[in-house]
């Protein structure tokens, strides 16, 4: 059975700060890798796809690798700013008919002025 | 990128009556469609998967009686809250994915916030 982690579940950085965030799974058996940013109250946006057969997705300051035999992914945010503030979601596509993502529980940002 | 639009972003009903939700994909044609819902500081949680023309799949412990999805065409998706109780307040989001040739990604709509009196 799939499981989506993502570390940290909180982070706090002062503004300009490049970070980090980390998602992993359990089954490499993956179509795409998703991440996607939410904000209170709201629905999800699509920040980045990587599909399987791929080794990292780049949308401006933002930069997604995925490294599928060890079930990793990393979401890098450069010079972060105050409106990033936001949850950051990961979630993985499984392979095979059965397609749902699999989520993880978030990483809830703050970046600070 | 594609954009998925939900109606209503809020809506108050009372205990007892039915809510409808749609969802609408307005630039691409969606095969598959999903419904979720989320409650405070957690995260999604699938309650069903709706095939443009078949019945929908839902996830265990959905009660499909109660939550009923129509997907009448390849872009809107329906979802019907049926003798809605207080428990049924939450926020529901739709999804949309692109068909697999291209690229096979998932679009959500900006979600509604049902609340139940």
């Known amino acids: 059975k799939q499981e989506v982690t993502q570390i940290p579940a909180a982070l706090s950085v002062p503004e300009g700060e490049n970070l980090v965030l980390n998602c992993s799974f359990t089954d490499s058996a993956i179509y795409n890798l998703q991440w996607f940013r939410q904000d209170p109250g709201k629905g999800l946006t699509s920040l980045l796809l990587?599909?399987?057969s791929q080794r990292e997705q780049t949308s401006g300051r933002l930069n997604a690798s995925l490294d599928k035999s060890s079930g990793r992914s990393t979401l890098y945010i450069a010079a972060s700013q105050p409106g990033d503030s936001a949850t950051y979601l990961c979630?993985?596509?499984?392979?095979?008919?059965?397609?749902?993502?699999?989520w993880g529980l978030g990483t809830s940002l703050a970046v600070n002025p | 990128g594609a954009v998925v639009s939900q109606h209503p972003s809020r809506v108050i009903c009372k205990s007892g009556t039915s809510v409808k939700i749609e969802c609408r994909s307005l630039?691409?044609?969606?095969?598959?469609m999903f419904w979720y819902r989320q409650f405070p500081k957690q995260s999604l949680m699938l309650m069903a998967t709706?095939?443009?023309?078949?019945?929908?799949?839902?996830e265990q412990g959905v009660e499909k009686d109660k939550f009923l999805i129509n997907h009448a065409s390849l872009t809107l998706s329906t979802l019907t809250v049926t003798s809605a109780h207080p428990e049924d307040s939450s926020f529901y989001i739709c999804?949309?994915?692109?068909?697999?040739?291209?690229?096979?990604?998932?679009?959500f709509g900006p979600g509604t916030r049902l609340t139940v009196t």
């Open positions: 709706s095939n443009e023309g078949s019945k929908a799949t839902y």
């Open positions: 999804s949309a994915r692109v068909p697999s040739g291209r690229g096979g990604e998932q679009y």
């Open positions: 979630a993985v596509l499984n392979a095979g008919n059965n397609r749902k993502l699999i």
């Open positions: 990587i599909q399987s």
């Open positions: 630039d691409f044609q969606a095969t598959t």
